[in-house]
C-alpha cells in the first residue's frame, strides 16, 4: 500500500514537471516570436501570454517579468550562435600537429565565412533579434546575463592564425580578433540588409538563393584575398 502512494505520487510529480518543462517552452518560443517582430521594446507580455496559449500570471511565475523573460530567449540564442562557432570552426584548425600549409588557411577562411553566412541564412530570428538590439544600441542585450565564456576554441584559433603568420601564410599586420569579428559580421550584415541593396542597385538580384551563395563566395574570396599573402609558387 505504502509502495502504491509513493508510485502514484512520484508519477503526479513526473506529470507536473512535465507539464510546467511544456509551459516554459511554449512562453519561449511565442516570447521569440514577438520579441522578433516586435523587439524588447515594442513586445508586450500580454501578447506574449496569449501566443503561448497559458496566462500572464504564469510568465511571471516562471521568468518573473519581461526582462527575464527577453534575457531567457537571448541566453538560449547566445548558447547556440557559441556552439556554432566552438564546434564548427574549432575543428578546422583541431589538429595542431600537422605542418600548416597555404590550402589549410585558405580552407579555413573560406570555410569560416560559409559556415558563419549559412548560420544566420538559416536562423533568421537570431539576425532579426540582432538587428533590433542594434537599433536599440544594445541596451537590453548588454544587460543580459552573459553565456559562460568558452576561450578553448578562440584560443585554438589564435593560435592557429599566429603559427599561419610565422609560416608567411596571413600577412603580418593582420589582426586576428579583427579577422574573426569581420568574417562573424559580413554575413549577418548583408542578410540583414538585402532591402536596402534592392534600392541602392535597382536591378540586381540579391535575394534570392543564387544570389545569397553568389555574396557568400564573393566574402570568402574577399577574405582569403585580403588575409592571404600572395602565392610564391602562383608567381612563378
Known sequence: MVETRIK???????????????????????AQTIFV??????????????????????IFHYFQDKLGLYQEVVGRMKSRN??????RISALVSDEAEPITREWVRTFLEQSVRLTFDHYREHAEIRRLLAWESAERWLTFSGCNPVPPDET????????????QEAGIIRPEIDANMLMANISGMGLIFLTSIPRYQHVFPGVDFASPEAQDHAREQM?????????????????
Open 82 to 87: 557559441f556552439a556554432m562557432l566552438k564546434e
Open 220 to 236: 570568402a574570396l574577399l577574405v582569403v584575398n585580403g588575409a592571404m599573402t600572395p602565392d610564391p609558387d602562383a608567381a612563378s
Open 153 to 164: 576554441w578562440v584560443s585554438k584559433v589564435r593560435a592557429f592564425l599566429r603559427r599561419a
Open 37 to 58: 517582430r516586435s523587439g524588447y521594446s515594442g513586445a508586450r507580455v500580454d501578447e506574449i501570454a496569449k501566443e503561448a496559449g497559458y496566462n500572464k500570471a504564469l
Open 8 to 30: 502514484v505520487a512520484t508519477e503526479r510529480r513526473q506529470k507536473r514537471e512535465r507539464d510546467a518543462e511544456a509551459a516554459r517552452e511554449a512562453i519561449l518560443a511565442a
